[in-house]
């Protein structure tokens, strides 16, 4: 008869969610996979395809075209540029960003 008293006291202590567990251990995150972006593979290089030997620096056009909206160089596996074309447009962008002609961070 002691042990049912004691029972009852107990009662309005605990929260069923704290006996029960409902919460995940990692603080109620369930495991999700990451999907992996698709990159379009097998690409040719738009500036092989066009002729272009050299990429400069003045064709401000251009350069855009491989500049994120950020003003960030876009990797070789989103625009599909071979690596040595890859090579001419960061030092080109680099010098027009040193030239004034695009910008390093875009305004907001």
């Known amino acids: 008869m002691v042990e049912i008293e004691k029972n009852s006291e107990m009662e309005g202590v ?6 029960t567990g409902n919460d995940d251990e990692r603080g109620g995150r369930k495991d999700k996979k ?3 972006r698709k ?3 097998n690409l040719k290089c738009p500036l092989c395809e066009s002729g272009v030997g050299e990429v400069t620096y003045k064709d401000v056009y251009q350069l855009k075209k491989f500049t994120s909206v950020r003003g960030k ?3 070789t596996e989103k ?7 890859q090579r001419q447009l960061t030092t080109a962008i680099k010098r027009a960003r ?3 002609l695009l910008p390093y961070v875009a305004s907001e």
Do not use: N, Y
């Open 14 to 19: 605990f929260d069923e969610k704290t006996i």
């Open 34 to 36: 990451r999907r992996k």
């Open 39 to 41: 990159i379009i593979l």
């Open 73 to 75: 160089i876009i990797s």
């Open 79 to 85: 625009s599909g540029v071979c690596a040595k074309h």
């Open 98 to 100: 040193i030239m004034g």
